[in-house]
């Protein structure tokens, strides 16, 4: 990958006439609430704790390296890929809250309560990239990688990754690919720049582990603007290719910090066989509220409501499963990574969707699990009517219509065809844009 000049610094987002000045002070607010770790805890410690658990992660990156051994790699962009080996250390559970990081409060950290690195290895010859995945194959052949979101450090990718590899429980080989994050709040566009600096890069690893015969089938889980890189990758590669690799079979999107109508496009620019998707979303995602105000004000497709009729429709002729989590409650004060956070959602993660299965409302018992406190009937599209679930997770999925009937009945309530969403496969090979009506100004 050849090495371009750094752009100029962009203006200040602090002077008075500046648009977004109110919304990043809100988010550097929130996240000033939030005690920082300590940096550099990729420096190895001697040894793991008891019960502690080791995960192996192969990481892909475009970033430059650092100086400093503790955080290997800095927020610029490289002039190549470089690839790592990162065990880390994981606390035993039953010391951990399932969904968070314990991230160590000094160094060196302490394994038997905190996330500690336990080695870091630099691979410089392709052959030991596959001796990486010799020694880390799954019994399924499944591959799972993971693209991380906007502002985040490299450190910060790799131990949260760590955290979903081993929480969801999932037996994929766990990879991931790492871009030019600054880990700053203030550098939106660059960090969005270096997303498009990626595509290449992200498009041949995926490619290698296509080709590769040991692999049997890729599971891509992207977050926030990973996956604007990760539709951008799929995109080219379909166009240079006359379509995705057959392995790469489902795709997540969580919290996707794209805007709708691109990616209305981008799933179109990759024709008729591509993977499945399932989309991760939540109205009260606060940093996506920003995104959207710095970027023309369209829908962003983490904030979609799937109550819209015109979404519901889409989405269902597309193929395309949603889980709504904006009723979920976690940690994160943005609301923006209920996907990993959530003990239940990173379960679905492992047991279903990483194994390229489809989550339906069976699945989630009705939100009997997760708390549900009321079913209602409202009106949708025309005359239909519509199941709404007061639960922490709402779901359109393709298997939706004979559970909701069986329980409909079970509540004596008759709906007949009534369900929250049905997604009757893919007859047209994409999702097509849509035409708002008239005083319709929320369909977008």
């Known amino acids: 990958m050849p090495a371009w000049p ?18 990043l002070l809100l988010v550097v607010t929130l996240l000033a609430g939030c005690a920082s770790p300590p940096k550099g805890v990729l420096t190895p410690v001697a040894q ?5 658990t080791e995960v192996s992660i192969l990481v892909a990156t475009t970033r430059a390296p650092s100086d400093n051994p503790g955080l290997l790699y800095s927020g610029e962009r490289g002039s190549a890929v470089d690839f790592n080996e990162l065990v880390i250390s994981i606390p035993p559970d039953a010391g951990r809250k399932i969904g968070e990081v314990q991230w160590p409060k000094r160094l060196p950290a302490d394994p038997s309560r905190e996330f500690a690195t336990l080695s870091a290895s630099q691979f410089t010859t392709l052959d030991q990239v596959k001796a990486w995945y010799t ?12 693209v991380h979101g906007f502002n985040t450090r490299y450190e910060s990718a790799v131990y949260r990754f760590a955290q979903i590899a081993h929480d969801s429980k999932t037996d994929a080989t766990p990879v991931m690919f790492t871009w030019p994050s600054r880990g700053s709040v203030f550098d939106y566009g660059y960090d969005k720049e270096s997303t498009n600096y990626s595509r290449s890069a992200l498009e041949a690893l995926l490619a290698g582990a296509a080709a590769s015969p040991d692999i049997k089938d890729i599971t891509i889980l992207a977050h926030s603007m990973g996956t604007w890189l990760t539709m951008e990758s799929l995109r080219q590669m379909a166009i240079r290719n006359d379509g995705v690799p057959a392995k790469i079979t489902n795709v997540i999107l969580a919290s996707p910090d794209l805007d709708v109508d691109v990616f ?52 269902e002729l597309g193929g395309i499963t949603i889980l709504d989590l904006s009723a979920l409650q976690v940690g994160d004060r943005l609301n923006h990574s209920k996907f990993a956070e959530s003990p239940e959602v990173v379960k679905l993660l492992g047991q279903r969707l990483i194994d390229g299965q489809a989550v339906t409302d069976q699945d989630l018992g009705l939100g009997a699990e997760l708390g549900a406190t009321a079913m209602s009937v409202s009106n949708t599209v025309g005359s239909a009517a519509g199941m709404a679930i007061s639960a922490p997770i709402a779901i359109l999925d393709p298997k939706a219509r004979d559970t909701f009937d069986a329980q409909s009945k079970r509540f004596g309530q008759g709906l007949g065809d009534t369900v929250l969403g049905v997604t009757t496969g893919l007859t047209g090979g994409s999702l097509s844009p849509r035409s708002c009506e008239p005083g319709q100004d929320s369909c977008r």
């Not at 793991?48 to 502690?52: F, I, K, T």
């Not at 020694?135 to 993971?146: E, H, K, T, Y």
């Not at 970027?295 to 799937?306: F, T, Y």
């Open 6 to 23: 750094m752009p100029k610094a962009p203006p200040s987002f602090l002077t008075p006439r500046n648009p977004v000045r109110a919304g």
């Open 48 to 52: 793991s704790a008891p019960d502690a």
């Open 135 to 146: 020694r880390n194959p799954s019994a399924s052949g499944r591959l799972l990688i993971f």
């Open 264 to 315: 209305r496009q981008q799933l179109a620019d990759m024709g008729p066989d591509r993977p499945d998707f399932t989309v991760f979303v939540s109205r009260d995602d606060r940093a996506l509220t920003l995104s959207r105000r710095i970027s023309g004000n369209v829908d962003r497709l983490g904030q979609i409501d799937i109550s819209n009729p015109v979404y519901r429709e889409e989405f």
